[in-house]
């Protein structure tokens, strides 16, 4: 383990975050994959623990277990006494290995209820860094501001929220989308390829590290990502090998680093492949616009172009999503994002 390497312990008010992704996303359930590797990037997570009354979570139980995190039972009781001991025990047993484990230096608190305010001022006054976690529409304006990080679990890769057009009634829908969706899964976690693994997990850590990644750096993240990953299963006798193929392909570029052997890992400056990307968005926005007599929306947007090029992802550019695409597109003037409040959804028109 290297000196700079942060060391997490994760604490998750878990019914809290379980009823607040079920209303926030169309009653779709929380899953912990898309924390575990946004905390992947930015150190190594020694402590997992998530706190509730488990006989209410029972499928949540085993997807937990599969994250390998230790379930604290909170017994069965009424209403905010319940509530009341998850967050007591959460608290105290954060505090207890605060003082315990002093080597642990970051302290993530999955919640977005405020009365964990004083529980994140506390662990920084112990000269903890506190990151927390919560969904949007549950999480208090208290919360946020108190820590040194915090990360909306719909903002996270790998979770996609549902825009207020795709939250409407199923008539409503069906009258403002009458053509039914293009039938393109997207890649699961599992079976993606290497070039978009690599991406996405250079992209996180330039945000929260900045922009120079080490190869070392980016080895480490992705085996924390995924313990189990060998170059060698992709054909490659070493980790720089496998970067100097994907160098030669466009997929990132190399520098030299401060030391030998470890090179500094960046995107292409000539976008490797993102700008006809772009191109391709631009063209297929222009030509909607002109079918439609207007702007097209969000909504859809992403089949149309997955039409002109099935094999069109935002996720090989290292984007999470592709609305996050969208506004990295808006920056270089490819396209125009304006909000429609009526609609509940963005108009995307080419300049």
């Not at 878990?14 to 912990?32: P, T, V």
């Not at 060998?230 to 030669?248: K, P, V």
């Amino acid at each position: 383990m290297t000196p700079e390497e942060e060391r997490i312990a994760l604490f998750l008010d878990f019914e809290n975050l379980a009823i607040g992704a079920r209303e926030a996303l169309r009653g779709h359930e929380f899953d912990l994959k898309p924390i575990a590797d946004a905390l992947a990037e930015r150190g190594r997570v020694i402590s997992r623990r998530a706190y509730a009354d488990w006989s209410m979570f029972d499928e949540a139980r085993r997807m937990l277990t599969r994250h390998h995190v230790e379930l604290i039972e909170i017994p069965q009781r009424l209403g905010a006494s319940r509530k009341n001991a998850a967050d007591i025990k959460m608290a105290v047993d954060a505090i207890e290995l605060a003082f315990e484990r002093d080597y642990v230096t970051t302290f993530v608190i999955g919640t977005g209820d405020s009365d964990f305010t004083p529980l994140v001022h506390k662990l920084r006054e112990l000269n903890k860094k506190v990151i927390g976690v919560g969904i949007k529409a549950s999480t208090s304006a208290l919360l946020p501001p108190a820590c040194d990080e915090f990360l909306f679990y719909e903002s996270l890769e790998g979770v996609e929220a549902p825009t207020r057009a795709e939250k409407a009634p199923p008539t409503r829908r069906k009258a403002r989308e009458p053509e039914p969706p293009l039938a393109v899964e997207e890649p699961d976690e599992a079976a993606e390829d290497l070039e978009t693994l690599i991406t996405r997990t250079l992209a996180g850590l330039q945000r929260s590290g900045g922009d120079a990644v080490l190869a070392s750096s980016l080895k480490r993240a992705l085996l924390r990502k995924d313990s189990t990953f060998s170059e060698a299963d992709h054909g490659f006798r070493g980790f720089g090998e496998m970067l100097r193929h994907l160098e030669e392909r466009g997929v990132v570029e190399l520098i030299e680093g401060p030391a030998k052997g470890d090179p500094v890992v960046q995107f292409p400056q000539d976008g490797g492949g993102e700008n006809e990307a772009f191109d391709l968005l631009k063209s297929v926005v222009a030509d909607l616009q002109k079918k439609n007599s207007g702007p097209p929306l969000l909504s859809g947007l992403k089949n149309q172009v997955r039409k002109r090029n099935p094999e069109f992802s935002e996720k090989k550019f290292g984007y999470g999503g592709f609305l996050q695409f969208l506004k990295a597109a808006a920056t270089k003037g490819v396209v125009e994002l304006e909000w429609d409040d009526s609609l509940g959804d963005y108009k995307v028109s080419a300049p």
